[in-house]
C-alpha cells in the first residue's frame, strides 16, 4: 500500500516537473539566455531577438492596411527594450502614446482598455491613474506573459488599430493571447 502511494506520489511529482520544463522551454524560446542574462542577473529578461519579432509583425501589418505606426516594447521593469517608429508617424503625440500604453499595460498588467472600462465603470478615476502612475487609458497596450511570467509589454500608437495590431503580433510570436477587454460604450450611450 505505501509503495503504491509513494509511486503514485512520485508519479505526480515528476508529471509536475516535465510540466515545469515544458513550460520553461517555452518561456527560454523569448527571453536573454547565456553570458548576457548572466550579465544582468535576470532569468526572465525578454530578448531584443523576440521583441524586434513582435515590431516586424505590427509593422507588416500597419503596411498592410496603408498606415503606420509607432511601436514600443518594454522588458518587465519598465525599460525600452525596442521601438520603432515608422515613416510617416508625426509629432511626439503618437510616439509617446506607444511607450505610454505599453507602461499602463505594465503597471496594471492588463490590456490599456481595461483601465478605460474600469475608469467608465466608476472604479477609478482618470486624474488617479493619469497623475500617479502617468497611465494612459487608450487601447493599445497589452503585458507580454509567457508561462505566467511578465516579460514585459507592447504598446502601438497611431495605426487606427493599435490595440488589434499588438494583439496580431503577440499572437503570431508569442502564441495564443488572452481575449482582449469589451469596448464600452461611454457612459450616457449605455442601457
Known amino acids: 500500500m505505501l509503495r503504491h502511494k509513494l509511486g503514485i506520489f512520485l508519479g505526480g511529482v515528476t508529471a509536475f516537473a516535465l510540466g515545469c520544463n515544458a513550460a520553461s522551454a517555452q518561456l527560454e524560446k523569448f527571453i536573454i539566455q547565456g553570458a548576457p542574462a548572466e550579465r544582468i542577473l535576470e532569468k526572465n529578461a525578454i530578448s531584443i531577438e523576440t521583441a524586434k519579432a513582435i515590431a516586424a509583425v505590427c509593422n507588416r501589418l500597419a503596411r498592410e492596411r496603408g498606415s503606420q505606426a509607432s511601436i514600443a516594447i518594454l522588458d518587465q521593469f519598465g ?8 515613416n510617416g508617424i508625426r509629432g511626439t503625440t503618437q510616439v509617446d502614446a506607444a511607450i505610454r500604453k505599453a507602461k499602463t499595460s505594465l503597471v496594471t498588467l492588463q490590456p490599456s482598455r481595461d483601465l478605460n472600462n474600469r475608469i467608465q465603470n466608476g472604479e477609478f478615476t482618470d486624474f488617479h491613474w493619469g497623475f500617479w502612475y502617468d497611465a494612459f487609458k487608450t ?3 497589452l503585458p507580454i506573459i509567457v508561462d505566467k511570467q511578465l516579460l514585459g509589454a507592447i504598446g502601438v500608437g497611431g495605426s487606427g488599430f ?30
Not at 79 to 86: D, N, T
Not at 180 to 189: E, H, S
Request: aromatic share 8%; net charge negative; proline share 22%.
Open 79 to 86: 525599460l525600452l527594450v525596442y521601438f520603432e517608429r515608422m
Open 139 to 141: 487601447p493599445g497596450g
Open 162 to 191: 493599435d490595440e488589434a495590431c499588438a494583439y496580431q503580433a503577440l499572437t503570431e510570436v508569442i502564441g495564443p493571447q488572452p481575449p482582449l477587454p469589451p469596448t464600452l460604450p461611454p457612459p450616457g450611450q449605455r442601457n
